[in-house]
């Protein structure tokens, strides 16, 4: 079983509709959480970090569970910029992030 | 990415040549991380730096591989007789801290093609 899963997708989800995508983690030490954002061709760029329960920017939701070990995403009014993949990151005691594959995620005009 | 220079941004090589790939991290001395993506794939783990440590090669997929740390600050990452299935896109990430937040910044990559 790998230490950080994800769903690979593809998403399709048309524009203006919410999406949310789960990641699951195995190592229950971990304390810090990240989703980072992969355009095609591109390098990933930090969404958004996740320490306590959550964290809101904007459109965007991060959400940790703890019991569940999982954290999710929720992405609200969807916009056509959004399609990329999106990945997962636990950060385990050595500060290393151990990541999953990431979801792809398509948005339809 | 702002913070992290790759060089070169592509390289295509004869299978069999070596090739070096460097990163500056240009923010000076931080963690440093190396990974490779292959197409559609995800993040493959190949080796990190961090201070004096020794560095974490758990990564590396072969001895054909090696990378080093100059000074604690740019690193190259080096592979030996290069075999078709090393294509890939080589990146580099550094480790920042900012307060209490932790975090990557990638650099944009070195794509790699083995013909």
């Known amino acids: 079983r790998k230490e950080v899963e994800q769903d690979p997708g593809p998403f399709n989800v048309p524009e203006g509709a919410t999406v949310a995508f789960n990641c699951t983690y195995s190592?229950?030490?971990?304390?810090?959480f990240f989703w980072y954002r992969q355009d095609c061709r591109k390098e990933p760029k930090l969404l958004m970090s996740v320490y306590s329960s959550g964290n809101e920017d904007g459109r965007f939701t991060a959400q940790l569970n703890r019991a569940s070990q999982y954290i999710s995403l929720l992405i609200r009014d969807s916009k056509l910029s959004d399609s990329a993949t999106y990945l997962c990151g636990a950060m385990d005691s050595n500060y290393q992030l151990i990541w999953g594959a990431g979801t792809k995620l398509i948005i339809k005009p | 990415g702002a913070g992290v220079s790759q060089s070169p941004s592509n390289k295509v090589t004869e299978k069999g040549k070596d090739v070096e790939l460097r990163c500056d991290p240009i923010?000076?001395?931080?963690?440093l991380y190396w990974y490779r993506q292959s197409l559609g794939q995800g993040l493959e783990f190949l080796i990190y730096f961090q201070g004096n440590s020794a560095p974490d090669k758990s990564g590396l997929p072969s001895d054909r591989f090696s990378a080093e740390r100059t000074g604690g600050s740019v690193s190259t990452l080096t592979i030996q007789r290069t075999q078709q299935e090393d294509s890939a896109v080589y990146l580099c990430?550094?480790?920042?801290?900012?307060?209490?937040?932790?975090?990557?910044?990638f650099g944009s990559g070195t794509r790699l093609t083995v013909v």
């Open positions: 923010s000076g001395h931080t963690a």
């Open positions: 990430a550094r480790g920042f801290r900012n307060g209490s937040d932790y975090g990557y910044t």
């Open positions: 190592n229950s030490a971990s304390q810090s």
